[in-house]
């Protein structure tokens, strides 16, 4: 621990900012366009290659389209549809089902295996977090196959269960109507919950350490520790981590569609894999459309709350 | 500060108007599909001649790359000009891009049938070769029953008979394998003669402590099996009509509502394995394979699999009727090959469809496990693969080969997966699912 940088630079680098701010403005106030100049390739870059796609996908969502075949103009049609859909509805609630096991669970994990790895720096720390970073190195494809095969009929976690003597318990996870969600979700959890301790430790590493020092003097035990000077500085990590996860909730499509492909019924049927299977396998391409545009403005929506919520936190 | 804030709104608000306006100015152009030409209806020249001169054929397909290759070969052999240069692509990837493909100025010269070709042939992207199922005499060496399946549900503008858009090289059909070995343990002695005789065996099946009835239902095992017992219920003209779109046709009959009453009741009584709806087809046959059931529901491209694996242990019927005298009816279909109109050499194509008609061609597709589509020209198969060849042949000769039901509408088969594993599960009214596919149906046909 001494080893650490001095705790002085932030200050450092405050001053500094503001001395080129006050240089810079003289320049710019004689040409105002000046920054927008800097910004152009940026910005050219990305309303090609993802403002303009997405115009494109919403101007789609107005024509009932078969991919191929001359569209029709039906205007806001395919949104009425969405709304009047139930399995488009039952999806939509799927995907709000997964954010449980996406977003929350793999934080708490994240948040409890900080608190474990970051009190004490000890040698093999880098093994620890190599390893549950793993999940997120694997392609979701690869995931979503190996776990179709533990969840299986003699899967691993049948095999588990049977070892235990609980063969009650033992199921087609996949297949089975009351499990399918909940076991394609836990998959979500096992991806996710590794990229949540990572940025939760890198969080806790920017906390100053005599912070912890001074907690210890004070009495305080570890679980008093994480709760007062872990979680605080945690709040940015956390909101990104919260971002991060949900997105990945609500647009999921890998995982399931490797797993269950929606089934069984419609029981992990969720928005993503409508989007695909409307557009690639089904020729209703302008309703897919608008229902990426819909699934679109919901993680926008929940995107805003969640850095909003956060942000009136500090 | 106020003056960059003010102009940094303005040029966001053009910018953020003019790509709106942009595309809505130039609408014509831009709506979508405006691209895409046109041709309408076109078949084949009435010519069979293949003009002189080096000709190189492109071939897309999704099945059986090893057949293909042997397919191509031999034909290359008697067709020293012509050349064939496949294009092989996986199932999924290939029906993804099919549209675009065919429509694309790069369409290959022949492309495998699928699912997509009935739009693209309304659209005149792939060529009607009814004037060479005439001249060729196509009829002779193919089952009708085969080329029927291939009109895309169109009168051929250029002889006034039914249109054809495709050659069948290997034909496939669905029934049920069973375990030879499992079966006299259970007391079953022989394939049964009627739905109520399969009945009493799974029956017996359950009684002897065994798995009664293997169920692939996480993909299409579960169809295969509804389609199966539909098949027997409702009269083959009427399914046919629904399946083809036929005006006022309908699939909310009393005889389809009875085969899902059947699926929902085999489910309760406990005949599929337990994990029915969380097995892929290729994993129920897998399991059957190791002896995990009695019967199993399948197609015969798990023949050669299952042979190679069991032996002699292994057998194969269509499912029976409901009397021992109805005639034998089993969904199944083709790996056909369609013709661009985009093509430069028709002639160059309906050679090598032709080819595929021969006896030669007939032993190849054979060899690789398919049903060629004139049985009599090629060496009798042996084991399982002779119970099949029997079945189809009874079949075909019944006039009871027909489509799988999920070629009534492109979204058929998401729905119809997904309500067998409801009707399995019991989780649905069978008019309620019934219902459902109806909804599909009118949604596509609408048109």
Known sequence: ?314 | MERTHRVRRRVAATVCAAALVLPLTACDALTPGSAAAVPGPRSVPSSTAVPDGDTTLRLQFADAPLMVDALIAAFEKGHPNISVEPQYKTFSDYVQNLKLTMTSDTAPDIAQYAVGMTDLAADGHILDLAPYREAYDWDKAIPPVSLDQLTAGQTSEATGGRALFGVPAGLSMTGIYYNKELAKKAGIDGPPKTVAEFEDQLAAAKNADLTPLGVGALDSGGLHLWAALLNQLMPTDDYWDWVNGTKGATIETPAAVTASKMVIDWGRKGYYNDSANGTAQVDSTAQFAKGDSVFLINGNWAAGQLATVMGDNVGFFPMPGEKASAPTVASGFSVSYAVSSRTEHPEAAGAFLDFLTTPEAGQIISDNGFMPPNPDAVKKPEGVLADIAEGHRRAVADDGITTFPDFAAPAMLDRLRSGVQKLIANRIDPSDYLDSLQDEWEEHHAE
């Open chain 1, 1 to 314: 621990m001494p080893s650490r940088p001095p705790v002085q630079q932030p200050p450092d680098v405050r001053v500094r900012t503001t001395e080129v701010r006050v240089q810079s403005q003289a320049p710019r106030r004689r040409s105002p366009y000046r920054g927008y100049v800097y910004v152009l390739p940026a910005f050219a870059i990305y309303f090609c290659f993802a403002v303009l796609p997405a115009l494109h996908t919403a101007y789609l969502s107005l024509f009932e389209w078969d991919g191929v075949t001359l569209g029709d103009w039906v205007g806001l049609g395919n949104y009425q549809e969405i709304f009047q859909d139930s399995i488009l509805r039952r999806s939509v609630l799927n995907a709000l089902v997964l954010v449980v096991f996406f977003s929350f669970i793999p934080i708490v994990v994240g948040l409890a295996m900080t608190g474990l790895l970051a009190r004490f720096r000890r040698p093999g720390m880098g093994a620890y977090r190599f390893l549950f970073m793993l999940p997120q190195v694997v392609p979701l494809v690869a995931v979503g196959v190996t776990w179709r095969w533990l969840y299986g009929d003699d899967g691993l976690v049948n095999q588990t269960f049977r070892a235990v003597g609980l063969d009650g318990v033992t199921r087609a996870w996949l297949g089975d109507f009351g499990a399918a969600l909940i076991a394609v979700g836990l998959v979500g959890t096992w991806v996710l919950s590794g990229l949540c301790m990572m940025l939760f430790l890198s969080g806790v590493q920017k906390v100053d350490p005599s912070l912890y020092e001074a907690a210890r003097l004070d009495g305080a035990g570890p679980v008093r520790e994480f709760v007062s000077v872990t979680l605080p500085h945690l709040r940015g990590e956390i909101a990104v981590a919260m971002t991060v996860t949900t997105v990945a909730a609500l647009a999921s499509f890998d995982i399931v569609y490797v797993t269950t492909n929606g089934g069984p019924g419609e029981q992990t049927t969720v928005p993503g894999l409508l989007v695909y299977r409307l557009a690639f396998s089904e020729g209703k391409v302008g309703l897919a459309a608008a229902l990426a545009v819909v699934l679109g403005c919901l993680i926008l929506g929940i995107v805003y709350l969640i850095n909003r919520l956060s942000r009136s936190e500090s």
